[in-house]
């Protein structure tokens, strides 16, 4: 007599419970899904686009959610307001919240200057083809195109671009409709307005910036930009533009003397800063003078204070506005920071010598690629016609003069 089958199938017993087990698949922590927004492939923290492409491209797929892009301005303060104002319109496009601060110009003013979002297909740049002779076959051109010892070499690219898009293109030459720019929501804190409805107070330097961060996470609280928010409504991002700290207008006094009376004013601020952003869906794009600021060790300490430190150097009043091997840019750019979330060591571009130039409708930022020197007298010199210049031999290490003249 066989043994009774414990699992068999009784009358009544629906058979999905005998299929039902305790293993469960192991997932992914969901992550959330902001419109503007994308996980990174390195770390998968959730980016947003600056509105330039090729900045998104040198920071690594774009700018940390939560984190601070301190942007040390240029004499004039001519771009890095155009980068701020970038910043800006692709949070009005992406249809995030803006937050702008400012003691020169009042907020209003800088979103009127906010540049037009233009379409795809004037925005992407495609290659120029140069026109060709029908009489010339179509294989002696290719012969002709390049040496052959360097027909395996990659070729030089100057822009920096991805494959995947991200973000969107604008064009500078215009302002964007006032119907696109009042259908953001911006939250506005202007210096003077602020203080003259206050009372006046002996420590302005102090109170702007403790005012500013008191409106900051008013603002973050209000509208459930805080992570441990559990509202029904859907998440988004708030855009953060703080213009010209560190500068008298704040009354601040970093600019203005060696040693400065209030120190840790700025840096206690940028800390508050960091710590707000950190448990909350914001990002901040931060504006400074610091070649004004004269005190090295404390613009050491204010870039600790940020996740991504990037430096403009323009041409504009230098000698280099006038060299002809810097005529097709504006000027600098240097990366002194990138930021160190969710790894232990960052990727740093391998590409530091990068320029940025303003075209007629857009700002792009680039590989610095010089010139080669083609003059007359370079080309004497490699042949050895120029008298009194003595050129080393590349065969055998033998020179013709064996006195060289440093």
């Known amino acids: 007599m066989a043994a009774?089958?414990?699992?068999?199938?009784?009358?009544?017993?629906?058979?999905?419970?005998?299929n039902s087990t305790s293993f469960q698949k192991k997932t992914r922590s969901k992550l959330l899904s902001i419109p503007g927004t994308r996980p990174s492939v390195q770390n998968g923290q959730l980016l947003v686009s600056t509105g330039v492409t090729s900045l998104d491209f040198l920071l690594g797929g774009g700018l940390a959610v939560g984190a601070v892009l301190l942007i040390e301005e240029d004499c004039f303060d001519s771009y890095s307001r155009m980068i701020l104002k970038y910043f800006l319109a692709e949070g009005v496009v992406c249809q995030h919240e803006l937050f702008l601060a400012s003691a020169q110009d009042s907020p209003d003013g800088i979103l009127q200057?906010?540049?037009?979002?233009?379409?795809?297909?004037v925005a992407v740049p495609r290659p120029v083809e140069q026109p060709r002779l029908s009489s010339e076959p179509q294989e002696s051109l290719d012969a002709m195109k390049i040496a052959w010892r360097y027909q395996n070499l990659p070729k030089v690219q100057s822009t920096l671009t991805s494959s995947s898009r991200f973000g969107h293109y604008y064009d500078v030459s215009k302002t964007m409709e006032a119907e696109i720019r009042?259908?953001?929501k911006c939250h506005r804190f202007y210096l003077p307005d602020h203080f003259n409805q206050t009372a006046p107070s002996h420590s302005p330097t102090l109170e702007s910036y403790s005012a500013l961060l008191k409106s900051l996470q008013e603002v973050i609280q209000k509208e459930g930009f805080a992570v441990a928010a559990s509202s029904g409504k859907s998440r988004n991002i708030l855009r953060i533009g703080l213009q010209s700290l560190g500068s008298s207008l704040w009354g601040d006094d970093l600019c203005c003397c060696d040693n400065p009376k209030h120190t840790h004013a700025l840096t206690t601020f940028l800390y508050g800063l960091r710590a707000l952003l950190r448990s909350s869906l914001a990002v901040a794009v931060v504006t400074m003078p610091s070649h004004l600021i004269q005190n090295r060790a404390l613009m050491g300490r204010i870039a600790k204070l940020s996740d991504t430190v990037i430096a403009l150097e323009s041409f504009k009043g230098s000698e280099r506005e006038t060299n002809p091997l810097y005529k097709d840019?504006?000027?600098?750019?240097?990366v002194r920071q990138v930021p160190h979330l969710n790894c232990l060591a960052s990727q740093f571009p391998d590409h530091k010598d990068l320029a940025f130039k303003l075209k007629r409708k857009q700002f792009s930022i680039e590989r610095l690629h010089l010139p080669p020197d083609l003059s007359e007298t370079v080309s004497r010199v490699s042949r050895g016609e120029v008298p009194g210049v003595a050129v080393a031999a590349s065969a055998c290490g033998s020179t013709t003069n064996k006195h060289l003249d440093f």
């Open 4 to 18: 009774p089958v414990s699992g068999a199938v009784r009358p009544g017993v629906k058979s999905s419970s005998l």
């Open 329 to 334: 840019y504006h000027g600098l750019l240097h």
């Open 182 to 184: 009042q259908a953001a």
């Open 113 to 121: 200057e906010l540049p037009s979002p233009i379409v795809d297909d």
